[in-house]
Nanobody, 120 residues
């Protein structure tokens, strides 16, 4: 089992910045992908950014490229999302996610979610 605890989030004006942090604990595999998803009211949960454990390669949804930066600390099993130049359309509940390699397959774990609200 893996537990995820998120922190950060809140209310910010358009153009501002926020930083989300997520700490993973439990049976963390050395092979995993950590990331952030978001879900706006009435919409599905969508990928924001992911980063692998081995190469550290990051991928972003087009709408956040150049504004958001995902980073991870493998020693601490932590992943952060630095969000700059925030827009009202970034308003959503943000969820930390880990795809953890267990018994020859990836198992998904989610954090409890943290609200990000960007006012215009």
């Amino acid at each position: 089992q893996v537990q995820l605890v998120e922190s950060g989030g809140g209310l910010v004006q358009a153009g501002g910045s926020l930083r989300l942090s997520c700490a993973a604990s439990g049976s963390i595999s050395s092979i995993n992908v950590m990331g952030w998803y978001r879900q706006a009211p009435g919409k599905q949960r969508d990928l924001v950014a992911i980063i692998g454990s081995s190469t550290g390669t990051a991928n972003y949804v087009d709408s956040v490229k150049g504004r958001f930066t995902i980073s991870r600390d493998n020693a601490k099993n932590a992943v952060d999302l630095q969000m700059n130049t925030l827009k009202p359309e970034d308003t959503a509940v943000y969820y930390c996610h880990v795809a953890n390699w267990e018994r020859s397959s990836f198992k998904n774990y989610w954090g409890q979610g943290t609200q990000v609200t960007v006012s215009s």
